[in-house]
């Protein structure tokens, strides 16, 4: 690693330019990396639900895991599938709702908790 | 936005020139030259195939400004296809009896004389493409042309990038949806689009720095959107990669994607799309009778090799046939992942 590189791998822990290094993890684990991407392409291909449709689930779930590779790859991917901001927003909106849905219906087991301990 | 810009030219902005262009393009670092390309696909030298496309660019005069434009043509913009550069034009187009004749600029419709030119070569036989940008034919001293399109039967190649105001506006400037809209209408009205045999085809380059989708899946989109919308048809959609020269090299700059671009651009490359380019069967003729590959080599000043005839005066398809197609960097527009042409994907 030379000093430069050693530098840039400081700044931040994301990089977009690291992105287009996905590939680069086949060096590891060949085989496995291959399984892996041949799996990922079968995955995005026209199926029941259209390429376009597939994008929007995958940005709404990358907002959902937060991974800004994905989030850069896939608001690239609806725009370029014919997507627009409106839809893209609705679908965070929708990865957003599930997650704060998530927290929220978890306060039933909150409150089964408080039944069974309180008075 | 606002509705129309001043061009580079008129700017006097630094990539206004041909030769700043190309001196930005060849400064950005690539993996490969676009030649070292062609040669693992086993295309270089770029060989043209037969002559079927007669493309003339009449001039830069245009009613708008939009981002993307290769020609950085304009309101601002004088040149224009002086009569006796038009004889030769259509000369060449009968005599060699080239199939398809092919108008473009600018917005077409503002040369003096577009409307011979599309009665002469339509009445010897060619099939006549118009590229229009759907708002000057609203203009009042040009709302007579649909009409006259639609009499000798000239394929319409409109301009739309989305089906909505925002994304269009943005590329094309504020207020050129709604205009283009009434552009489909009339040319619908007529039976443009709706099965008559009057072909209305749509272009759509992408709103951005990012490259163009399926071109299956978004026609289907475009076409169930303007139908549900504003109950307009239209034959195909056209995906067109935007071109990194001219003005949309200069948003890419002003964006600092310029490298960021060309990568993609290069790593999409496709043997496939660049087996299909259209400069293979497609010669561009400038304003002033000078001969090109394409469009986008009349832009950067990239003529013919230099063993053949320059100029539409004197060239014939069979001398044109001996040359090697001049490539360089932009032409990694033309064959990433599915291709571009102006006919649109081509693999």
């Known amino acids: 690693m030379t000093e430069s590189t050693a530098a840039a791998g400081r700044e931040a822990y ?10 680069e993890i086949a060096e590891g684990a060949p085989e496995l990396a291959r399984k892996f991407f041949d799996w990922y392409t079968a995955v995005f291909a026209e199926g029941a639900l259209d390429a376009r449709e597939k994008s929007l689930i995958a940005l709404a779930v990358a907002h959902a895991v937060q991974c800004p590779y994905c989030i850069d790859a896939y608001s690239q991917d609806a725009l370029a599938k014919g997507s627009n901001i409106d839809q893209m927003t609705e679908a965070v909106h929708v990865a957003a709702a599930i997650r704060g849905g998530a927290s929220l219906v978890h306060g039933v087991q909150m409150r089964n908790h408080v039944h069974a301990h309180g008075m | 936005m606002g509705r129309v810009l001043p061009t580079l030219h008129k700017r006097e902005a630094g990539l206004a020139s041909a030769v700043a262009q190309r001196a930005r393009l060849a400064e950005v670092p690539l993996a490969r030259t676009f030649e070292e390309s062609l040669a693992t696909s086993g295309l270089f030298p770029l060989r043209p195939t037969r002559l079927e496309i007669l493309q003339v660019n009449v001039g830069r005069r245009c009613n708008q400004t939009c981002k993307h434009c290769h020609v950085d043509a304009g309101p601002d913009r004088s040149e224009v296809m002086p009569r006796a550069v038009l004889e030769a034009v259509l000369a060449f187009l009968a005599q060699h009896r080239i199939p398809r004749f092919d108008i473009t600029g600018g917005a077409p419709e503002l040369h003096p004389d577009f409307r011979e030119m599309v009665v002469r070569a339509a009445r010897g036989g060619a099939h006549v493409m118009h590229r229009c940008n759907l708002t000057a034919i609203l203009l009042p001293n040009y709302a007579d042309i649909p009409a006259l399109l639609a009499e000798h039967r000239v394929e319409v190649i409109a301009s739309l990038p989305y089906f909505q105001a925002r994304e269009t506006d943005a590329q094309r400037g504020e207020g050129v949806f709604e205009e283009s809209i009434e552009g489909i209408r009339r040319l619908n009205a007529l039976g443009y689009g709706r099965g008559t045999g009057l072909e209305l085809n749509l272009v759509a380059n992408p709103v951005g720095t990012f490259l163009p989708g399926s071109q299956a899946g978004l026609e289907a989109m475009w076409k169930r959107e303007l139908k549900r919308r504003f109950d307009l048809d239209f034959d195909h959609l056209f995906t ?10 200069e948003f890419l700059d002003e964006r600092g994607r310029t490298v960021d671009y060309m990568t993609r651009l290069v790593n999409a490359y496709n043997p496939a799309a660049a087996a299909g380019v259209m400069c293979r069967n497609t010669l561009s003729v400038g304003y002033d009778g000078r001969l ?10 990239l003529g013919l090799d230099a063993a053949v005839p320059q100029w539409i005066f004197d060239a014939t398809p069979e001398r044109l046939a001996e ?3 001049v490539v360089g960097p932009h032409c990694y527009g033309c064959t990433a992942g599915a291709g571009s042409s102006c006919g649109g994907a081509v693999a």
């Not at chain 1, 994301?14 to 590939?23: I, M, Q, V």
């Not at chain 2, 067109?240 to 090299?249: E, F, G, H, Q, W």
């Not at chain 2, 469009?295 to 000043?301: A, E, P, W």
């Open chain 2, 240 to 249: 067109i990669t935007n071109m990194p020269i001219s003005r949309y090299l």
């Open chain 2, 292 to 301: 090109f590959d394409c469009d986008f080599n009349q832009m950067l000043d």
């Open chain 2, 323 to 325: 040359r090697a197609i």
């Open chain 1, 14 to 23: 994301y990089h977009e330019r690291d992105l287009p290094k996905f590939g």
